[in-house]
């Protein structure tokens, strides 16, 4: 009964390669997230979608793409990735802020290595 | 925007004794202030959170308060099990961003 997925769960690649991470809610929430966890732990929230729309957008280099089809997938595309990529990426979802219950529950995490 | 700082980056606690990890915050209009346990390799997972109506909250051996006026939250653990060994992380909500702290690595010696 898998909540927040995500694949691939391990991702080794080149320097300069584009490649994508893909997540998938089966929670029925309409609010969906992209995290950047690095090696000191630090996470850090990348981008934010809301019903299929980006709400948040923090700095970050725009070689990171978010696509969301539906409101219970939330991919990102990175192009030409970079040794600083590297790095566990985390997908998540929530109900909207409106409502008043607002955990956020994440994926198992994408552990992305840039070679 | 908002700021999150947390304190210890590390904690060590013999098992049986209570653990405390503080945060504050910098945004008076953050509303909801979750707190996740991350073990080594596994994705965040929510623990306890409050909101800001409310001061303190409550479950079995943890728990979370909230002073709104100093813009600070504290965990508290008690009596404490080795398996409460892994990182903590404190976050606060405005709107739909979440602000996370640095992490607080608890080590429980058995």
């Known amino acids: 009964d898998t909540a927040v997925s995500q694949t691939p769960k391990y991702l080794v690649t080149q320097m300069g390669n584009d490649k994508s991470i893909k997540c998938e809610q089966n929670?029925?929430?309409?609010?969906m997230y992209w995290y950047k966890q690095d090696s000191k732990k630090f996470l850090k929230i990348m981008f934010s979608?809301?019903?299929?729309?980006?709400?948040i957008n923090e700095t970050v280099p725009n070689r990171f793409s978010p696509k969301s089809p539906d409101k219970a997938h939330l991919n990102l595309h990175i192009n030409s990735l970079e040794l600083g990529d590297s790095a566990v990426y985390f997908c998540?979802?929530?109900?909207?802020?409106?409502?008043?219950?607002?955990?956020?529950?994440f994926g198992p995490g994408t552990r992305l290595t840039v070679l | 925007g908002e700021n999150v700082e947390q304190h210890p980056s590390t904690l060590s606690v013999q098992e049986g004794d209570s653990a405390v990890i503080k945060c504050t915050y910098s945004?008076?209009?953050?509303?909801?202030f979750p707190w996740y346990k991350q073990e080594l390799g596994k994705r965040p997972q929510l623990i306890i959170d409050?909101?800001?109506?409310?001061g303190e909250k409550k479950d079995q051996r943890i728990a979370v308060t909230l002073n709104k006026t100093a813009k600070h939250f504290s965990l508290h653990i008690t009596e404490t099990q080795p398996e409460d060994s892994a990182v903590y992380f404190c976050?606060?909500?405005?709107?739909?961003?979440?602000?996370f702290g640095s992490g607080t690595k608890l080590n429980v010696k058995p």
């Open positions: 998540a979802s929530s109900q909207s802020p409106a409502r008043s219950y607002n955990e956020q529950f």
């Open positions: 929670l029925g929430h309409d609010t």
């Open positions: 979608y809301n019903n299929k729309e980006l709400i």
């Open positions: 945004d008076s209009a953050s509303n909801y």
């Open positions: 409050i909101r800001s109506n409310v």
């Open positions: 976050a606060s909500r405005n709107f739909n961003k979440f602000y």
